[in-house]
């Protein structure tokens, strides 16, 4: 994709035409959620970057519509307990 022929035409367009290109944004990137979130069962083992930047490792316990729910079980990220995250399908990776 070329992104400064993308910026030229952007020069070029009425703000009717940026609502409209805003619309379809919002809807591919709610596909691309909505396909990732498909992926991921109940009881999949995954990983992902906490707020600290340590990488997670979990199991899926909920699928939400927009999040999923990951409880780790270990002393990952400086705690012994249980932790559960409500992340974004599109930051995991399944083992």
């Not at 999923?68 to 400086?78: A, K």
């Amino acid at each position: 994709m070329d992104y400064n022929k993308m910026k030229a035409a952007m020069q070029t367009v009425t703000i009717k035409d940026v609502k409209v290109m805003y619309d379809m944004a919002n809807d591919r990137q709610r596909e691309l959620n909505e396909e990732a979130t498909r992926t991921y069962r109940c009881g999949d083992e995954v990983t992902f970057k906490g707020r600290r930047g340590v990488m997670l490792v979990g199991k899926i316990t909920k699928i939400n519509r927009k999040t999923v729910v990951v409880e780790c079980h270990s002393d990952q990220g400086g705690c012994s307990y249980p932790q559960v995250w409500k992340c974004h399908p599109t930051s995991l990776t399944r083992i």
